[in-house]
């Protein structure tokens, strides 16, 4: 049963507290991505990696950190230096980075994880 | 930069109803454009994806066109029915040289009444 898994589903996070989130997919994908989705606002990208021991920030990459250790897990830290922490998480994969124009491959979401803040 | 708009931002329709949901982008020099669904609190599925030498695609009762000349697309719903309630997102890949990246619009909230 392949796909991709996030937990915990709720996390909640004192002020100045560290957070990480996990994320694990059993698709054999190269490409990795985390994305914070806010009400009523699209998904904004906020680090990716195209391979193991490789990650490279996205459109708001501040006050977040990401390993890439092993092709399956590509875990989201939540550091207290992010003022805005309280969103909705998605981590998404693809085969690989930088598709065709001709390519039918696509990102796979995780079900998410919503991250507040007390 | 791209940017996505999708109108209505929110749309509620009886049941049975066909309904479209629109969706345009500024930067033509896409890869490819794909609809997704949104249930409430959960992850994204894809329905429907458009290359850009593509003019539609059409799954069950959806129906996804797109004319990238003008940056616009458009999701046909036939039939409507209340399991079809949640929000859909239009996302294009790889305008600016990020062939990777998905940009998405802020979604439409679609409620189908009983």
């Known amino acids: 049963d392949g796909g991709i898994t996030q937990s915990p589903k709720y996390l909640f996070r004192k002020e100045g507290q560290n957070v990480t989130l996990s994320c694990e997919q059993n698709?054999?994908?190269?490409?990795m991505y985390w994305y914070r989705q806010d009400p009523g606002q699209g998904l904004r990208l906020i680090y990716y990696s195209q391979i193991v021991n490789d990650f490279q920030k996205g459109d708001i990459a501040e006050g977040y950190s990401v390993s890439r250790e092993k092709k399956e897990s590509f875990p989201l830290t939540v550091t207290s230096a992010q003022k805005n922490p309280t969103a909705f998480y998605l981590c998404?994969?693809?085969?690989?980075?930088?598709?065709?124009?001709?390519?039918?491959?696509?990102?796979?979401f995780g079900p998410g994880a919503r991250l507040t803040v007390l | 930069k791209q940017e996505v708009t999708q109108i209505p931002a929110a749309l509620s329709v009886p049941e049975g109803e066909n309904l479209v949901l629109n969706c345009s982008f500024t930067d033509s020099a896409i890869y490819n454009l794909q609809w997704f669904r949104q249930d409430p609190g959960k992850g994204l599925t894809s329905l429907l994806l458009?290359?850009?030498?593509?003019r539609e695609q059409t799954s069950g009762r959806l129906n996804a066109s797109l004319d990238k000349s003008s940056g616009r697309s458009t999701l046909y719903i036939a039939a409507s029915q209340p399991g079809d309630s949640a929000t859909y997102l239009c996302a294009v890949e790889g305008s600016g040289g990020s062939n990777y990246k998905l940009t998405f619009g802020k979604g439409t909230l679609l409620t189908v009444n009983p």
């Open positions: 698709l054999n994908h190269d490409a």
């Open positions: 998404a994969s693809s085969i690989r980075l930088g598709l065709s124009p001709y390519s039918t491959d696509t990102q796979y």
């Open positions: 458009i290359q850009s030498s593509q």
